[in-house]
């Protein structure tokens, strides 16, 4: 009797153990505390209000100091879309060395487990505990007891399962979360950059700020006064050419045509040629620049314009554009600088002279499909050029 007792305190046993660790698995302790949860509440209340006071800002006339509010304003919502990011990698991380905890000892039960069923069920083989039994109640309990016990390792197996691909996903998460946070890192240094180069450029005076919007605008229209003679700018591929001299590209080219110059509305494709001849000279000189690299950076154009500083940072590199004379075309090629020369009295154009071939000018025209070591006459004169610009980097 005491044995039948024992035996079945012990099958008992097992399944409570069984139950015990599937509602621990059931249980997985969630770590957005209370505390937590009201910390992200607020960043979403705070980011909410920056986006309000951006859209405001935006409403409002073109001023110096609107556009440092502007800059603080974004400077501020990136600040906190950061914390923000850092804050949900820090809870996930805390949700995945829990989920490895349980899996730790979600794996080592079923382990255990696995041992115990099978020596229980040798025990308890249908056939013998029906004809070794002395008592056929006796068979048919334990029989059911086994069936129990093989029902909750079932159960552990599955929560096994899907715990494991919970880990495997939050795991993922946790990749995507900290790609975001590096563009956010970088975007906020990016802003801080252009607020600074606002400040350089305009000497923080609001006549100079409105001098260089001026600049921008009478640019912007040249530029499009040369894309609507030229038909407009359809979307190119296949543009990119590279030898020995460096790098031709098209600011047409589907690789980087939509893109809005420094987040403006301004596409590269009608306004990025000194854009495109600039990452042309660049490529001539040993740099890794492409026209995308540039049109994606806020810090080297004045705010909402597209309108090029002349002298930025792009992927590392210090950018100086300098104006010369025209007449220094012909010496400049000669000591073999390329030259960005301006076209029309925009200028409306801007190209890449390569070098000079006897009387003849080889440039590299933005604009034009497969426009790379083109005859400067094949398009254009001599004379249409108005104005030159050298390009060094640091």
Same mark, same amino acid.
């Given at each position: 009797?005491?044995? &039948? ?25 969630? +770590? ?15 980011? !909410? ?52 905890? /349980?899996?730790? +000892?979600?794996?080592?039960?079923? +382990? ?50 899907? =715990? ?6 939050? &795991? ?31 000497? /923080? ?13 009478? !640019? ?20 990119? &050419? ?33 854009? /495109? ?5 660049? =490529? ?23 309108? #090029? ?17 025209? =007449? ?14 301006? #076209? ?41 050029? =108005?104005?030159?610009?050298? +390009?060094?980097?640091?």
């Amino acid at each position: 009797m005491r044995n &039948k007792i024992y035996k079945y305190l012990l099958l008992i046993f097992s399944i409570a153990l069984l139950v015990l660790f599937r509602d621990y698995a059931d249980a997985i302790p969630k +770590v957005f505390a209370q505390t937590q949860e009201q910390k992200l509440q607020e960043l979403n209340k705070q980011i !909410q209000e920056y986006e309000q006071e951006l859209g405001r800002l935006a409403s409002q006339a073109s001023t110096l100091s609107n556009q440092i509010a502007q800059y603080d304003a974004q400077i501020n919502l990136t600040s906190l879309k950061i914390l923000q990011t850092q804050e949900e990698i820090m809870l996930l991380g805390g949700r995945i060395d829990q989920l490895e905890a /349980s899996l730790q +000892v979600l794996n080592n039960a079923y +382990v255990s487990r696995v041992v115990q069923t099978y020596k229980m069920t040798r025990l308890n083989e249908p056939v013998l505990a029906f004809l070794l039994s002395p008592n056929l109640n006796d068979a048919v309990s334990s029989l059911h007891y086994l069936k129990r016990i093989q029902e909750a390792d079932r159960d552990l197996l599955i929560k096994l399962q899907v =715990t494991q691909i919970d880990y495997q996903s939050q &795991k993922e998460e946790q990749e995507v979360l900290e790609t975001k946070l590096k563009a956010q890192q970088a975007m906020l240094a990016s802003q801080k950059t252009a607020k600074a180069n606002l400040l350089d450029e305009t000497k /923080s005076n609001e006549k100079k700020y409105q001098q260089l919007l001026a600049q921008a605008k009478s !640019q912007l229209a040249a530029l499009r006064r040369f894309v609507t003679s030229q038909g407009g700018a359809t979307i190119l591929t296949g543009q990119t &050419k590279c030898n020995a001299w460096g790098c031709y590209y098209n600011q047409r080219d589907a690789q980087w045509g939509n893109i809005g110059l420094g987040g403006s509305l301004y596409s590269a494709a009608e306004y990025g040629c000194l854009v /495109s001849s600039v990452a042309m000279v660049a =490529t001539h000189y040993g740099k890794t620049v492409n026209p995308g690299d540039i049109a994606v950076n806020s810090s080297a154009f004045v705010p909402g314009t597209g309108y #090029l500083y002349h002298s930025f940072s792009v992927n590392g590199i210090s950018v100086s554009i300098t104006s010369v004379s025209k =007449t220094q075309l012909d010496s400049q090629l000669a000591s073999g600088k390329p030259v960005i020369a301006g #076209l029309f009295s925009g200028p409306d154009h801007f190209i890449v002279i390569l070098r000079k071939e006897g009387d003849n000018y080889i440039m590299n025209d933005p604009f034009l499909e497969n426009g790379s070591e083109r005859h400067l006459t094949d398009k254009y004169n001599v004379g249409d050029i =108005t104005t030159l610009r050298l +390009v060094s980097f640091n």
